[in-house]
């Protein structure tokens, strides 16, 4: 009998693509949301400006549910930004879906972000109080509160000052209806990369979207860079200083997030992929008859522990490609309805065999749990868990959506009780020094849900839906 079961991974972050002069800007738009489509599935949305008129769409749902050919052909325009959303602050309501639209008194402005603001709170209680009302419930809103603040918008430099006022992690597009901006935080935690196509200019989250629109990459946004091109072209500024003791680059965005054929942060994803297997089977070897992959961001690994260890690689499970977003929508009834829906094993692979299966995180270990009873029942007679990356014991604050310390089963127990908890015959997660081996400049990475070591003050953080009714407490006085 075959017998299926899902996932259980940390939830993507956000995508973002914006042009300047490329031709068609929402065609192109499109198809680089679509080709980031793995870092965020509840709502998309593109906007365009064709140098007079600022036009949008934006729904809830795949880029393919919300956009047709009729609806980009809505779109005309030269230059425009897109965002693929996945929820780390507000819920997955309409109002929610970014590029952000708003009218200030100087004209249309679209935001859209990738990461998580880590005083968007603070800021937006101060606007609250002075009088300022919020459309969304995303922490994204506070930067177009600052940018349409007078005192921003009567100085110099106003989209540096506003963003020098954020903290914890941001990559940004904005623009108007003449030009494109991209900026990411001081500290880089997420990426954004620049590209040249027809003579114009591309930005992308990962650069797996510059090859998919036949963008070339030229370089990533700076830490603490204001990129904007108009008319006069590209013109960079900073609107911080790098620390220069480190960044903070998310390293969970190679081991997981990232595509593997993207680029990110100077690292091909697949390549560090195949490093972190290969270091598993150095510090966890087994004797075991086939290696097989939880399909697929553990195929990289799985490749690199076969590699390493000379155990041959198998297909054990199989991806149903079909599952559509209700299966990885945020709530856990969601998920908990895609139980049998995502993977199947492959009895016939794995049944009479000592079994290394990869994964690349274990998060709240219930799925894990199941994966294991699966490969038991389908006749599996070892079954040794190799982890490629530490158990992940902390949660995230900047933008990835990692649940909270009493979820996390690295938060609960010792690598042994996992083991007994998930019913493997043995349990191998890669070390903190292996994760952080691939790279020429490791302090300059952020491991903090494995380490608990954050790179900036966390301790005023709540929930991602903290921001849902951030004034319940005052009175209504019509
Ligand atoms: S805490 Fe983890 S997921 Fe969050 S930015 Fe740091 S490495 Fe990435």
Same mark, same amino acid.
């Given at each position: 009998?075959?017998?299926?079961?899902?996932?259980?991974?940390?939830?993507?972050?956000?995508?973002?693509?914006?042009?300047?002069?490329?031709?068609?800007?929402?065609?192109?738009?499109?198809?680089?949301?679509?080709?980031?489509?793995?870092?965020?599935?509840?709502?998309?949305?593109?906007?365009?400006?064709? #140098?007079?008129?600022?036009?949008?769409?934006?729904?809830?749902?795949?880029?393919?549910?919300?956009?047709? #050919?009729?609806?980009?052909?809505?779109?005309?325009?030269?230059?425009?930004?897109?965002?693929?959303?996945?929820?780390?602050?507000?819920?997955?309501?309409?109002?929610?879906?970014?590029?952000?639209?708003?009218?200030?008194?100087?004209?249309?402005?679209?935001?859209?972000?990738?990461?998580?603001?880590?005083?968007?709170?603070?800021?937006?209680?101060?606007?609250?109080?002075?009088?300022?009302?919020?459309?969304?419930?995303?922490?994204?809103?506070?930067?177009?509160?600052?940018?349409?603040?007078?005192?921003?918008?009567?100085?110099?430099?106003?989209?540096?000052?506003?963003?020098?006022?954020?903290?914890?992690?941001?990559?940004?597009?904005?623009?108007?209806?003449?030009?494109?901006?991209?900026?990411?935080?001081?500290?880089?935690?997420?990426?954004?990369?620049? #590209?040249?196509?027809?003579?114009?200019?591309?930005?992308?989250?990962?650069?797996?979207?510059?090859?998919?629109?036949?963008?070339?990459?030229?370089?990533?946004?700076?830490?603490?860079?204001?990129?904007?091109?108009?008319?006069?072209?590209?013109?960079?500024?900073?609107?911080?200083?790098?620390?220069?003791?480190?960044?903070?680059?998310?390293?969970?965005?190679?081991?997981?997030?990232?595509?593997?054929?993207?680029?990110?942060?100077?690292?091909?994803?697949?390549?560090?992929?195949?490093?972190?297997?290969?270091?598993?089977?150095?510090?966890?070897?087994?004797?075991?008859?086939?290696?097989?992959?939880?399909?697929?961001?553990?195929?990289?690994?799985?490749?690199?522990?076969?590699?390493?260890?000379?155990?041959?690689?198998?297909?054990?499970?199989?991806?149903?490609?079909?599952? #559509?977003?209700?299966?990885?929508?945020?709530?856990?009834?969601?998920?908990?309805?895609?139980?049998?829906?995502?993977?199947?094993?492959?009895?016939?692979?794995?049944?009479?065999?000592?079994?290394?299966?990869?994964?690349?995180?274990?998060?709240?270990?219930?799925?894990?749990?199941?994966?294991?009873?699966?490969?038991?029942?389908?006749?599996?007679?070892?079954?040794?868990?190799?982890?490629?990356?530490?158990?992940?014991?902390?949660?995230?604050?900047?933008?990835?959506?990692?649940?909270?310390?009493?979820?996390?089963?690295?938060?609960?127990?010792?690598?042994?009780?996992?083991?007994?908890?998930?019913?493997?015959?043995?349990?191998?997660?890669?070390?903190?020094?292996?994760?952080?081996?691939?790279?020429?400049?490791?302090?300059?990475?952020?491991?903090?849900?494995?380490?608990?070591?954050?790179?900036?003050?966390?301790?005023?953080?709540?929930?991602?839906?903290?921001?849902?009714?951030?004034?319940?407490?005052?009175?209504?006085?019509?």
């Amino acid at each position: 009998m075959q017998r299926s079961i899902t996932t259980d991974h940390p939830k993507e972050s956000c995508g973002l693509f914006g042009v300047y002069d490329v031709g068609t800007a929402a065609s192109s738009i499109h198809r680089g949301l679509f080709a980031q489509q793995h870092r965020g599935q509840e709502g998309s949305g593109i906007v365009v400006s064709d #140098g007079e008129k600022i036009r949008s769409i934006k729904g809830l749902g795949l880029i393919d549910e919300v956009f047709s #050919g009729e609806s980009l052909a809505q779109l005309p325009g030269h230059l425009g930004i897109g965002h693929v959303r996945y929820s780390t602050t507000g819920s997955d309501r309409i109002q929610n879906v970014q590029p952000l639209v708003v009218e200030c008194v100087d004209g249309i402005w679209a935001v859209a972000h990738n990461g998580n603001l880590t005083n968007a709170r603070k800021l937006r209680r101060m606007y609250q109080e002075s009088g300022a009302i919020f459309q969304t419930s995303t922490d994204s809103e506070v930067l177009v509160h600052l940018l349409a603040d007078p005192m921003y918008r009567s100085r110099p430099r106003r989209v540096a000052r506003a963003l020098h006022e954020l903290e914890g992690a941001f990559s940004f597009l904005l623009m108007t209806k003449n030009c494109v901006m991209a900026a990411r935080d001081p500290m880089g935690f997420r990426p954004l990369s620049i #590209g040249r196509l027809n003579g114009g200019y591309v930005f992308a989250s990962e650069t797996c979207a510059l090859a998919q629109t036949g963008a070339e990459y030229v370089r990533d946004v700076e830490p603490g860079e204001l990129v904007v091109v108009d008319a006069a072209g590209l013109h960079s500024s900073r609107f911080a200083e790098c620390p220069t003791d480190r960044l903070a680059q998310c390293v969970f965005e190679l081991v997981y997030f990232a595509r593997p054929d993207s680029r990110v942060f100077g690292y091909n994803a697949h390549e560090i992929r195949l490093q972190y297997g290969m270091r598993l089977a150095e510090e966890h070897p087994v004797d075991a008859d086939i290696v097989i992959s939880v399909p697929d961001s553990g195929n990289d690994a799985a490749l690199g522990y076969s590699r390493g260890s000379g155990i041959p690689l198998d297909f054990g499970f199989i991806r149903n490609h079909y599952v #559509g977003r209700t299966f990885i929508m945020p709530e856990q009834r969601d998920r908990a309805s895609s139980v049998d829906m995502k993977l199947s094993v492959l009895p016939e692979t794995v049944s009479g065999k000592r079994v290394v299966v990869v994964d690349d995180s274990i998060v709240r270990g219930t799925t894990c749990k199941r994966r294991v009873a699966c490969l038991r029942e389908a006749g599996a007679s070892e079954i040794h868990v190799r982890v490629s990356c530490p158990p992940t014991a902390n949660p995230c604050f900047y933008g990835i959506d990692l649940p909270t310390h009493e979820e996390l089963v690295g938060a609960q127990m010792s690598v042994d009780e996992i083991r007994e908890f998930i019913g493997a015959d043995s349990l191998g997660y890669l070390s903190q020094e292996g994760l952080l081996s691939p790279f020429n400049n490791p302090e300059h990475f952020c491991a903090a849900c494995f380490t608990g070591n954050y790179p900036s003050d966390v301790s005023h953080m709540k929930g991602k839906e903290a921001l849902e009714a951030s004034a319940p407490e005052l009175a209504l006085d019509p």
